[in-house]
């Protein structure tokens, strides 16, 4: 009979388990009993929610006693998620037809649901709610309903399609504003919390674990990584938080189209969706360096005709057409392969793509190319990625 000899990422997984029950159960201690939002169902939707009573911290002296650390846990959790509850609202939009796909939304995250509603959570308490940018594309109209059942017209302070956000602002709107998390503190392993609208199930739970961090994705997007959990994300739970044990924003839920992949979430994390909500705040979009041009990956043909290791550096499939593509200005070409960027080794299209995004907008940058079996140098001029235009009126 064989054995069974845990390796490390089993330890590692089991221990972050452990310390993350125990911390609820000791954020539990001193608290009584809360019983969260129970689901009523109203005449126009098969699952909405009841209105949830303001929380009330329990005071020290109301102590429980006798849990076993299961129930600590369970009513630590029950207590979380009954707070979080209260900023978590349903995004719905109407539109008279599709918007066409001509902005970034699908380069990066394939082929996105076709939703007419879905999650979103208030970040300030001024009224600005934060969403999928998918959830509301081509919308003519956005309502936001909260946990009463109360609809309030939204407008559009922003949206950034390579990140798949957009910020909502509703002036009528008076609920608390969940806090950010540091996603650069999460590990493999820990628990996490998803709360939204699944199926038009309103303020649904989920728990699961991060599965990973640093994730591309199944797609290789150049503007940011992904936590993977399998906290189960549906049509619906886009635009919802993913929650830590202290109820703080660790992601934003992505549902992703990849029916092939079940049990597998992505959310963008909370330190680039803080940044990205900042930039939306003060310029309704996020500005990133452009030039025009379309890579792939140098395969051990190409890299055989051009004297490089595969892998090494960008090839240029494609030029982007029109006046003043700063690639076609810079006499870039089709098969040119991108090994350096202002000196530095190109790590691959991704690594072009972020160098470009992060290079100052209205300056020029040195490339090194490698075109037909000679190394030249080239200027180009770093011009800001165009913009989609979205039909909600601001």
Known sequence: MSSFHPNRSDIVAGLALVLAMLSLVWASRGRPPTVPPTPSRSPDSKASVAAIEPFNPPSPSSASSGLTPLEAFSLASAEMVARASRSIVRVSHATKRRTSTDDDLELYFDKMPAETFGSGFVIDESGLVLTNYHVIRG??????????NTTYPASLVGSDALTDLALLKVSELRLPALNWGDSRKVVSG???????????????????????????????????????????????????PLLDSQGAIIGVNTAMAVDAFAGISFALPAHIAKNVVSQLRSNGSVPRGWIGVHLGSVTSTRAAMAGLEAGQGAY?????????V??????????????????????????????????????TAKLTLHRAGQVVQVDVMIQTRPIPTVNLSR
């Open 139 to 148: 919308a003519e109209r956005v309502e936001i309903r909260s946990a009463d």
């Open 190 to 240: 820990q628990l996490a919390w998803a709360i939204g609208s699944p199926h038009g199930l309103d303020l649904s739970v989920s728990l699961g674990i991060i599965s990973a961090v640093n994730r591309p994705t199944l797609l290789d997007s150049p503007f940011q990584d992904f936590l993977q959990t399998d906290a189960s994300i549906n049509p619906g739970s886009s635009g919802s």
């Open 316 to 324: 240029i499939e494609s030029i982007s057409a029109g006046d003043s």
């Open 326 to 363: 700063p690639a076609v200005e810079a006499d870039l070409r089709v098969a040119d392969i991108c090994t350096a960027f202002e000196g530095g080794a190109v790590s691959g299209p991704v690594g072009l793509i972020r160098n470009i995004a992060a290079h100052p907008i209205g300056t």
